[in-house]
């Protein structure tokens, strides 16, 4: 029995082994790897003439299910694709360090993912076509925190900013600059709110403190009751 499994191995490597082609095509490419009817189909290694590389599954002549993507220089992808394209779930990490880890959609970063550019900030939420784009919140690596909508990478619609100091914004944003109407809260329990423009404050509606504030929620209720 022993030797009939030995025997059976060794036929059984050497049908892999014949099955694991190499093909060179006339534009420099080549592929090492499993083949079915003719068509890259399995497990194999595309090696672009630019010097790209693919290596994960095939089905049917295309990148399909697991992979990972290397371009010298450039980025590494490894994760899911679908019909030739980066799609599910996967990790896409440039050249400089920077790596984004969610959903991809045709082939660019589409869904719900985390951006960390290291030294700098993380953000995690809502991404559209290679964009911070939706809802997110963005943690700064001096302490400061973001909370809110983004259009294009940057802060946009209304949003919560809290400082590492914990004084915290919360209003309006916009081309990731603070614009519009907002409250700035302070720790010491006042807080001023007015409008800003390009992030700059403008003019103040009303300065309160939290003594105040309570006081002018009791004279509210009492109103409404009489009403």
Known sequence: ????????????????????????????????????????????????????????????????????????NVYVYEGEMKNGMMEGLGTYTYSNGDVYEGE?????????????????????????????YGQGITTYVNGDKYEGQFVNGKKDGIGTYTFANGNKFVGNFKNGKKEGSGILYHIDGTFV????????????????????????????TLENHEN
Request: zero cysteines.
């Open 1 to 72: 029995n022993i030797e009939n499994n030995d025997l059976e191995t060794s036929e059984a490597e050497e049908v892999i082994d014949q099955n694991n082609i190499k093909i060179v095509y006339p534009n420099g490419d080549i592929y090492e790897g499993e083949m079915n009817n003719g068509m890259m189909h399995g497990y194999g290694i595309y090696t672009y003439s630019n010097g790209d590389i693919y290596e994960g599954e095939f089905q049917e002549n295309k990148q399909h299910g697991n992979g990972k993507i290397t371009s010298p």
């Open 104 to 132: 991809f959609k045709e082939n660019v970063q589409h869904g719900h993912g985390k951006f960390t550019v290291p030294n700098q900030f993380i953000y995690e939420g809502e991404f559209k076509d290679d964009f911070i």
């Open 193 to 220: 709110k007015g409008n800003w423009e390009n992030d700059s404050f403008i003019d103040s509606s009303e300065q309160f403190n939290d003594q105040q504030v309570n006081e002018r929620e009791q004279d509210e």
